[in-house]
C-alpha cells in the first residue's frame, strides 16, 4: 500500500499526524532532501512538502516531476504562503491543457 507523507517544520506538519499521514520533521532544506529521497525510494504517492523548504529544493523536486510517483504538493508552512505551490498548479495545469485556464 502507497503510503503519503508530509515534510516541514513541527508546527506546519503536526497535524497531518493525526490524519494518519507519515510525517517527517525537517528544519533545514539538507535534511527535507534526505527525507524526500528516502520517501520517494519507500514507495510514497504523495509527499506534501511546505513551500519554505522547498525554495532550496528546486532540482530535488524537479528530480520527480515527470515521474508517476511521488507527487510532490507544496504547501504553505506556518509562516504563510510563498506563493510558489499555486504557481505550481498554473503552470501544470498550463502544461496539461496548454494555457493556464486557472488566471484571474
Known sequence: M???????DRGSTLGFKSLGLETVF???AA???????????????VIYLTEQLAVDMAADIEKYTDAIKPAIILIPGTAGSLGIGIA?????????????????
Open 2 to 8: 502507497y503510503k503519503i507523507a508530509v515534510i516541514g
Open 26 to 28: 525537517a528544519d533545514t
Open 31 to 45: 535534511e527535507a532532501r534526505e527525507a524526500l529521497h528516502r520517501l520517494a525510494a519507500e514507495d510514497c504517492a
Open 88 to 104: 505550481g498548479v498554473h503552470k501544470t495545469v498550463e502544461r496539461a491543457v496548454g494555457a493556464d485556464i486557472l488566471k484571474n
